[in-house]
């Protein structure tokens, strides 16, 4: 069955793709089989969009889409599901923003659940996009809505984070509370057609200034957009491949997919930890009572995890 899955993907064939993807998503043994052939083979710009919830990245990602597609490149979109109470429906909203694309044989869009409560990315969402690279895509684009985990984990696994604010009051306040824009590598302020644009592109560049120069001396840029009449969209397109040929020329590009790859790892030991402390009940009680410390436990844990797996 995976053979000739690996086969159908392997012809370009999207609904082995999506099928690939729902494997690797739900940690079937065959989606590890997938990704253990796929892994490594090819290479997308990898494009984290973050913003808080309606801030417009999901209409930014549908004019990115159509400006790449007139370059003739091709792109998938993964929307990470914000279970969360925040953003309840954010993903029908997603599909509707860039429906259009539905159709068109180099365009992927795909939703994909978040992890835990505050909305983390999930090992599996990460995994699903070495899939992705190998099916070919020259572009991936990541959109999370930052609240909570989220922001902190694309600027780990995407290649490029772009941070999506609005004039719209609060927003901009949220970012500078959070510390959100230390992982942002572009900035763009969006619904720049709403009052208060200007202002706020003057106040985070004042912030910018008063931040450590980057290690590798990239300068975050500031772009404006409005998103919903397509405006600035090349702009912000040509700023991220600005971007990516930085990381290229400083060769921060492969530290930068290693640190993906760790993710991906310290997703698979989380959950594993998760998994066997929910088993270790008794040994709990123990560490509870004094009789265990809690490192002892944990080498039990592990000990038993390993002769398992032996
Ligand atoms: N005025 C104005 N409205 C915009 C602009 N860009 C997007 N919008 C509107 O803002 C609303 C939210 O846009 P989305 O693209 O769904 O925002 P999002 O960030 O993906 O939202 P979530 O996925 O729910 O977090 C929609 O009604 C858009 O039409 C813009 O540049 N100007
Ligand atoms: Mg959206």
């Known amino acids: 069955m995976t053979a000739e899955l690996a086969r159908r993907f392997e012809e370009g064939d999207r609904r082995a793709l999506a099928r690939a993807i729902t494997l690797v998503e739900s940690g079937h043994p065959a989606g590890a089989e997938l990704l253990r052939r796929f892994r490594g083979r090819g290479q997308a710009r990898v494009v984290g969009l973050t913003g808080s919830p309606g801030s417009g990245k ?3 990602a549908d004019r990115l889409i159509e400006e790449a597609r007139r370059g003739g490149e091709t792109v998938a979109v993964l929307a990470v599901d914000p279970s969360s109470p925040f953003t309840g429906g954010a993903v029908l909203g997603d599909r509707i923003r860039m429906m259009r694309h539905y159709r068109d044989e180099g365009v992927f869009i795909r939703s994909m659940a978040s992890r835990g409560a505050l909305g983390g990315l999930a090992g599996a969402t990460v995994a699903a ?3 992705l690279e190998a099916f070919g895509f020259d572009w991936v684009f990541i959109e999370t809505v930052g609240v909570g985990q989220s922001e902190v984990d694309i600027a780990r696994v995407a290649d490029t984070t772009v941070l999506v604010l609005t004039p719209a009051a609060g927003d901009a306040v949220q970012a500078f509370k959070a510390g959100v824009m230390e992982i942002a590598d572009l900035i763009v302020v969006n619904k720049f057609d709403l009052p208060g644009g200007p202002r706020l592109v003057e ?7 008063l931040a450590p120069p980057h290690p590798t001396g990239w300068e975050v840029p500031i772009l404006t957009t409005v998103a919903s009449r397509g405006e600035g969209a090349r702009e912000l397109l040509d700023a991220i491949r600005s971007h990516r040929r930085h990381l290229e020329a400083t060769g921060t590009l492969e530290p930068h997919r290693l640190e993906r790859v760790r993710f991906e ?3 698979v030991i989380q959950e594993w930890g998760r998994k066997l402390s929910e088993a270790a009940e008794p040994l709990l009680r123990q560490v509870a009572r004094g009789e265990k410390t809690p490192e002892e436990v944990a080498e039990a844990l592990l000990q038993t995890a390993r ?3 032996a």
Do not use: G, I, N, W
């Open 58 to 60: 999901s209409t930014l």
């Open 203 to 209: 106040e985070l560049k004042a912030t910018l200034e």
């Open 265 to 267: 790892v310290q997703a």
């Open 129 to 131: 996009l070495s899939l």
């Open 307 to 309: 002769s398992r797996s």
